[in-house]
């Protein structure tokens, strides 16, 4: 079936966008922690088919019978799944205007070392 040709969009328009510049469809954006399509897709498979992939990669760990390198694998994932790896965290030095990136360890030593200043600081 075809559109009349009142209801194309004309090639300036189509280049333009529907939205003005710096706005999206949805300002406010997916709510945190909301599954998209696909992984509602995947739960529901394995819901429906009574499979947990969590039980699946405990009973690989656990199993004798699988290699080590198989099992160390699996436990790994697992891993991955309780302890998701953090990011690195950016901040913005106001005194000389630049911006970097510290691991969660180097935030909290420059953390503790500001603390320390802080209280020698206090004490003079």
Do not use: M
């Amino acid at each position: 079936q075809h559109k009349s040709a009142d209801s194309l969009l004309s090639t300036e328009e189509c280049i333009k966008g529907r939205f003005q510049p710096g706005q999206s469809g949805n300002p406010a954006g997916r709510k945190p922690g909301s599954k998209n399509k696909r992984t509602l897709t995947i739960l529901e498979a394995c819901q429906k088919n009574e499979f947990d992939p969590i039980e699946f990669l405990i009973g690989v760990a656990k199993n004798e019978e699988i290699e080590w390198k198989d099992r160390i694998k699996a436990a790994c994932e697992i891993n991955g799944c309780l302890n998701p790896k953090l990011k690195a965290v950016s901040h913005s030095d106001i005194k000389n205007r630049e911006t970097f990136v510290l691991t969660k360890e180097e935030f909290l030593e420059r953390w503790d070392q500001l603390n320390y200043e802080e209280q020698q600081a206090n004490i003079k």
